[in-house]
């Protein structure tokens, strides 16, 4: 073990970098009037490290990472009516990442993708943008569903269980839910599956209104029409106002992939 390492330090290092002129540090040194300075490279390490640490805060679900609106199909669903609504989900999707900047100035609407159907491609579509806008823009994004927004503001009452005090406990649930206002785009996924309760309407009143006074944008997604939401008036009268209704095709593309997927193992099983 000893030899090794001494071997080891005894080593040239492998002058084998991807970038010269920064040794793949992001960084390199240069003189100006007697003084020396540093400077961003631009091989780009520093900025896919950025694009990188969004990715990682944003929290997108692995099934979904890597997909972008570019690459989201329309081909998959089996109607003139779903391939249709899928198509104009689509533009709208990509428009929507082209014309962020102007958007985010106006009125910073969001969007709403809907469908009675499970399955559809809705949560598909709004984590794409959601990597757009990280990866082509730099944007911090944010993916959560409502009930693991809903578990987060609990598991911070448990410190109260454990023992802290309340104006202890209250700062944290207070720091959390202004974390969640303060994110630039929020993906809100399956809004309208949790139960209606008076401290669930409450939080998310206090989130959805922090987020809409302070114009920042959340994209949503839900198995509801937005009228159709069993959440406060209040509430409604805001996400109708903070977003875009998108309908998308009434039917599944998760059933249509599990389908293929059995015939497929089917036919290996069958040796065909
Ligand atoms: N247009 C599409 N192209 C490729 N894959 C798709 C497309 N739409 C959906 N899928 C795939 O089908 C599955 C279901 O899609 P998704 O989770 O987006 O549906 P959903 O409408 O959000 O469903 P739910 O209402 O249950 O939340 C996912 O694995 C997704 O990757
Ligand atoms: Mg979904
Ligand atoms: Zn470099």
Not at 35 to 51: D, L
Not at 92 to 111: P, S
Not at 188 to 193: A, F, L, N, Q, R
Request: proline share 3%.
């Amino acid at each position: 073990m000893q030899r090794l390492k001494d071997s080891g330090e005894t080593a040239e290092p492998a002058p084998d970098y991807k970038c010269q002129k920064c040794r793949d540090t992001g960084y390199y040194e240069f003189e100006k009037d007697g003084y020396t300075y540093m400077r961003e490279c631009e091989c780009g390490k520093i900025q896919r490290e950025r694009i990188k640490s969004k990715l990682a805060f944003a929290s997108i679900p692995k099934e979904f990472e890597g997909q972008t609106v570019d690459n989201f199909r329309t081909d998959c669903y089996s109607t003139v009516e779903g391939r249709e609504l899928a198509e104009m989900a689509k533009t709208i999707a990509k428009r929507y990442v082209e014309l962020f900047d102007e958007i985010q100035e106006t009125n910073a609407k969001g969007l709403y993708f809907h469908s009675g159907v499970k399955g559809s491609g809705k949560t598909r579509l709004a984590v794409s943008i959601a990597n757009d806008l990280i990866s082509l823009k730099g944007i911090p994004a944010k993916f959560s569903t409502t009930i693991q927004i809903l578990d987060q503001i609990k598991n911070t009452w448990g410190e109260r269980a454990r023992g802290r005090d309340e104006i202890n406990q209250a700062r944290t649930e207070e720091s959390l839910i202004r974390d969640i206002v303060s994110v630039p785009v929020l993906i809100v996924d399956d809004i309208g599956v949790e139960q209606p309760k008076d401290w669930i309407n409450e939080r998310f009143y206090n989130i959805l209104n922090g987020r809409m006074i302070e114009k920042r944008i959340t994209i949503f997604t839900s198995n509801y029409r937005i009228e159709e939401l069993q959440l406060d008036d209040r509430i409604v009268s805001r996400i109708d106002k903070m977003a875009l209704p998108i309908e998308f095709p009434a039917e599944s593309v998760r059933a249509a992939i599990s389908r293929k997927e059995n015939d497929d193992l089917m036919d290996r099983l069958l040796g065909i």
